[in-house]
């Protein structure tokens, strides 16, 4: 089992910036990607951005050059820093892992509020 604990989400003007922060624990080898999705109220939950184990990153186009997300291995924590937040970007933002054993294996954390306001 994996584990996905998110942090760092919270109430933020318009231009302003956040960090999340998503520390996974348990059986955490194998890992091909690390990655955040949102879902913003009545819509479907897409992807923010994606870093692969080989470090080729991949963002939604909606937020490149804005969004950057990164890893931290020793500590096998992936952060998510936004800036220049607009309130379009207000939305439940969710980590997620993907692992290979064979078979596929998709683990999702709890999710964080995120709110931009005008």
């Known amino acids: 089992q994996v584990q996905l604990v998110e942090s760092g989400g919270g109430l933020v003007q318009a231009g302003g910036s956040l960090n999340l922060s998503c520390a996974l624990s348990g059986s955490i080898s194998s890992i091909v990607a690390m990655g955040w999705y949102r879902q913003a109220p009545g819509k479907q939950r897409e992807l923010v951005a994606k870093?692969?184990?080989?470090?080729?990153?991949n963002y939604a186009t909606s937020v490149r050059g804005r969004f950057t997300i990164s890893r931290d291995n020793a500590k096998n924590t992936v952060f998510l820093q936004m800036n220049s937040l607009k309130t379009e970007d207000t939305a439940v933002y969710y980590c997620?892992?993907?692992?290979?054993?064979?078979?596929?294996?998709?683990?999702w954390g709890q999710g964080t509020q995120v709110t931009v306001s005008s």
């Open positions: 997620n892992v993907n692992l290979w054993r064979g078979t596929w294996y998709d683990y």
């Open positions: 870093v692969m184990s080989v470090g080729v990153t």
